[in-house]
């Protein structure tokens, strides 16, 4: 779609879907309506083509959003029953958006509730979408027919997270200590974190790329800029810095 605020206009129609679902679904076929909010219109479009046929799913996308000010508008507009929901998004993150939709969450009647879909694995990025009101959070590595199964048990309330992730939710809200602030973290960028993870890992700058919808040059910039901030001089101190505070 052009607009990534662009709402799909299929509201109301998921009578009409689940008359039209194939033979052998039963007449009680779930339905669920959903808001893409990622800031990379090509993975929209993949996550789209893989969950939005109704008809097969059940699942209708009803609008997209690429930052924090159009996923709010949308969300509003349309108020669907889950939110795929990417960490880190342009004008604050989806912690933002979990903030100023605090209140769609709330409605005991018809509630909001919101999935996060990431490609970061991070505790600190896992457990602010939680803390911020998210139900569940999901990585990117996740399959077609996961990510179905999670929108749903989602909307009936459930809470999802991959494999691992919910360990890392159950740690932080079993100590009462406040995770402790680790400055030089603080100076780099939600992006600058994740590529920094990456390279850590071992991965190459075409794999990071490819991983994180952007190109190579852009890795590089990041790479330069997370570099110049810690005060390192090439990607083997950043490995060793990575590890030593256990971020890989």
Not at 89 to 118: H, I, K, M, N, Y
Not at 238 to 243: D, M, P, Q, Y
Request: glycine share 8%; net charge negative; with cysteine.
């Amino acid at each position: 779609m052009s607009d990534p605020t662009e709402t799909n206009g299929r509201a109301g129609t998921a009578g009409a879907a689940e008359s039209a679902a194939p033979a052998g679904s039963g007449a009680g076929r779930r339905q669920v309506r959903v808001v893409l909010v990622d800031d990379h219109r090509m993975f929209r479009t993949g996550v789209q083509a893989e969950i939005g046929q109704t008809e097969q799913t059940g699942v209708e996308v009803v609008g997209e959003a690429a930052d924090v000010d159009q996923a709010v508008a949308v969300i509003t507009a349309t108020r669907p029953e889950v939110v795929l929901l990417d960490v880190h998004l342009p004008g604050g993150g989806g912690v933002e958006v979990l903030r100023r939709c605090a209140a769609l969450t709330a409605d005991t009647e018809r509630p909001v509730r919101f999935l996060a879909l990431s490609v970061s694995d991070a505790a600190e990025d896992v457990i602010g979408v939680i803390r911020g009101g998210a139900r569940g959070y999901v990585t990117k590595t996740i399959t077609g027919a996961d990510l179905i199964d999670s929108i749903f048990r989602v909307q009936e309330g459930d809470a999802v997270f991959s494999p691992r992730l919910a360990g890392f939710v159950l740690d932080a809200f079993a100590s009462t200590d406040a995770p402790p602030v680790d400055e030089d973290l603080d100076r780099l960028t939600q992006r600058e974190r994740e590529v920094l993870r990456l390279i850590a890992r071992g991965y190459a700058y075409k794999e990071i790329a490819k991983q994180l919808f952007i190109s190579v040059k852009t890795v590089e910039s990041h790479v330069s800029a997370v570099l110049r901030k810690l005060q390192l001089s090439n990607r083997h101190e950043l490995t060793r810095w990575a590890t030593a505070r256990r971020l890989v």
